[in-house]
Protein backbone atom coordinates (compact mmCIF):
# COMPACT_ATOMS: atom_id res chain seq x y z
CA UNK A 1 0.00 0.00 0.00
CA UNK A 2 3.46 2.31 0.91
CA UNK A 3 4.11 2.09 -3.07
CA UNK A 4 0.51 2.67 -4.24
CA UNK A 5 0.21 6.35 -1.98
CA UNK A 6 3.63 7.37 -3.29
CA UNK A 7 2.41 7.21 -6.48
CA UNK A 8 -0.34 8.55 -6.65
CA UNK A 9 0.91 11.50 -4.61
CA UNK A 10 3.87 11.95 -6.29
CA UNK A 11 1.91 12.42 -9.30
CA UNK A 12 -0.32 15.29 -7.96
CA UNK A 13 2.57 17.41 -6.58
CA UNK A 14 4.79 20.07 -7.93
CA UNK A 15 7.55 18.81 -5.76
CA UNK A 16 8.04 14.89 -5.85
CA UNK A 17 11.13 14.78 -3.79
CA UNK A 18 9.24 16.57 -0.63
CA UNK A 19 6.33 13.19 -0.65
CA UNK A 20 7.08 10.67 2.49
CA UNK A 21 5.18 7.79 2.93
CA UNK A 22 5.97 5.77 5.91
CA UNK A 23 3.69 2.32 6.91
CA UNK A 24 3.18 1.17 10.71
CA UNK A 25 1.29 -2.19 11.13
CA UNK A 26 -1.03 -2.25 14.54
CA UNK A 27 -2.77 -5.32 15.15
CA UNK A 28 -6.27 -4.78 13.22
CA UNK A 29 -5.13 -2.16 10.73
CA UNK A 30 -1.95 -0.56 8.30
CA UNK A 31 -1.77 3.05 8.62
CA UNK A 32 0.06 4.62 6.14
CA UNK A 33 1.49 8.12 6.94
CA UNK A 34 1.85 10.56 4.02
CA UNK A 35 3.96 13.85 4.52
CA UNK A 36 4.27 16.49 1.48
CA UNK A 37 5.24 19.65 1.50
CA UNK A 38 3.49 22.63 2.44
CA UNK A 39 2.68 23.87 -0.87
CA UNK A 40 1.22 20.93 -1.89
CA UNK A 41 -1.03 20.13 0.55
CA UNK A 42 -4.13 21.53 -0.87
CA UNK A 43 -3.39 19.98 -3.96
CA UNK A 44 -3.25 16.31 -2.23
CA UNK A 45 -6.46 17.49 -0.32
CA UNK A 46 -8.29 18.89 -2.95
CA UNK A 47 -11.53 21.33 -2.58
CA UNK A 48 -13.65 19.52 0.58
CA UNK A 49 -11.19 17.08 0.40
CA UNK A 50 -12.16 15.18 -2.84
CA UNK A 51 -8.67 14.27 -3.34
CA UNK A 52 -7.91 12.30 -0.17
CA UNK A 53 -11.24 11.19 -0.44
CA UNK A 54 -10.56 9.66 -3.35
CA UNK A 55 -6.75 8.50 -2.17
CA UNK A 56 -8.80 6.38 0.32
CA UNK A 57 -11.05 4.72 -2.27
CA UNK A 58 -8.20 3.77 -4.11
CA UNK A 59 -6.14 1.83 -1.66
CA UNK A 60 -9.62 0.83 0.32
CA UNK A 61 -10.09 -1.07 -3.21
CA UNK A 62 -6.67 -2.39 -3.48
CA UNK A 63 -6.48 -3.27 -0.19
CA UNK A 64 -9.88 -5.55 -0.21
CA UNK A 65 -8.22 -9.04 0.21
CA UNK A 66 -6.32 -7.89 2.91
CA UNK A 67 -7.53 -8.70 6.54
CA UNK A 68 -6.66 -5.94 7.97
CA UNK A 69 -8.06 -2.35 7.43
CA UNK A 70 -5.81 0.27 5.72
CA UNK A 71 -6.18 3.92 6.93
CA UNK A 72 -4.34 6.47 5.39
CA UNK A 73 -3.97 9.59 6.99
CA UNK A 74 -1.93 13.34 5.94
CA UNK A 75 0.39 14.87 8.17
CA UNK A 76 1.82 18.46 7.38
Request: charge should be positive; aromatic fraction near 0%.
Amino acid sequence: MKELVEVIAKSLVENPDEVVVTETEKEDAIVVELKVGASDMGKVIGRQGRIAKAIRTVVKAASSKSPKKVIVDILQ
